[in-house]
């Protein structure tokens, strides 16, 4: 009786614990005689692959094991590595695929350009490699397209995946508190020296469109903060901080913004071309090793343990606080 194989990828970018989960599955599929193929990359494992080519095929799969998953835990990023490329919004087409005829679209982000829906590929490399269930770790753009794959007949299992904890359906999310604990310790290091110069801190932290890394982040840190959901007035909130500096004794106040946060009659306004930047301390909190409570998550989060006992697990062992 040949062997279930499943498959396996991560999206989108890092956070600490994606290890963690890599090494769940391979552990807990070995002891149920399942095979595991690790697709490299995200989705462009599975838009590029071009399995007549051997060196294609070796670069993007890669079989796991107890042995090569022994020790990934210790580090954080993933092994997989990842991507941001969405098959069915592909604004190139790789070499051995380029002539064939795939769905067409228009995209408006950035300017209009044609994007090419690649989801008939993918589910042939699936069928090809033999992939009977995939499992999924990634945020919003990735798990939308495990979506359209669940929609389209594949086996999805979903593990949510983003520092913004954003993700619909879902009490918790993989590296978000290892964000907390970082983003606390940054403010926590800086209080000091705002102190000493008798200052206003502002820290401005991830969170475009959601504003729970900085709501929990002042809340652990007993401070402000200005979320994108809600729309502040902006003499009201420098009034409070100016109150808030001269009731303390050592002269000082710190708030905490969302990188999304707006007050009111605020617009964003864009200047120049886009370019790719990352900030040093963003990138700080993604390259670290999980926190207990990330990698203990992430391993509750792996399959097959059930999204209920998971969540339970979760807010049990996380906090106490909650309902």
């Not at 009977?132 to 397209?145: Q, W």
């Not at 290892?178 to 310790?185: F, Q």
Request: positive net charge; hydrophobic residues 35%; charged residues 25%.
């Amino acid at each position: 009786m040949a062997k279930k194989r499943i498959g396996i990828l991560t999206g989108g970018g890092d956070v600490p614990g994606l290890n963690s989960v890599i090494k769940s599955v391979a552990y807990r599929s070995n002891e149920n005689d399942i095979e595991v193929l690790g697709l490299r990359r995200g989705w462009e494992g599975l838009t590029h692959l071009n399995l007549e080519d051997p060196t294609s095929r070796s670069h993007y799969v890669i079989r796991l094991n107890r042995e090569n998953t022994r020790t990934i835990d210790r580090r954080g990023g993933t092994v997989l590595h990842s991507s941001r490329t969405n098959p069915a919004k592909m604004q190139k087409l790789p070499d051995h695929l380029a002539g064939m005829d795939f769905p067409v679209s228009l995209s408006r982000k950035g300017g209009i350009a044609e994007t090419w829906d690649v989801s008939r590929q993918v589910l042939a490399n699936l069928s090809a490699l033999g992939i009977e269930h995939l499992i999924v770790i990634g945020g919003d753009d990735t798990l939308s397209y495990a979506t359209k794959l669940e929609e389209l007949g594949v086996k999805v299992i979903a593990i949510p995946k983003t520092m913004d904890n954003d993700v619909r359906n879902t009490e918790y999310c993989i590296g978000f508190s290892t964000a907390i604990t970082r983003a606390s310790d940054a403010i926590q290091r800086q209080r000091t020296t705002v102190g000493s110069h008798e200052r206003i801190g502002i820290f401005r932290v991830f969170g475009r469109d959601a504003g729970f890394t900085a709501l929990y982040t002042a809340y652990a840190t007993s401070i402000r903060c200005v979320i994108p959901e809600y729309k502040v007035d902006l003499d009201k909130l420098i009034q409070l901080l100016l109150e808030e500096k001269r009731a303390n004794p050592s002269n000082y106040a710190l708030v905490v913004l969302s990188e999304g946060a707006a007050w009111e009659g605020y617009a964003v306004q864009e200047y120049g071309e886009l370019m790719p930047m990352v900030t040093a301390r963003r990138q700080a909190w993604r390259n670290r090793s999980p926190t207990r409570s990330s990698d203990a998550s992430a391993r509750r989060r792996s399959p097959p343990t059930s999204p209920t006992t998971c969540d339970r697990a979760i807010r049990t062992s996380w906090t106490s606080s909650w309902p």
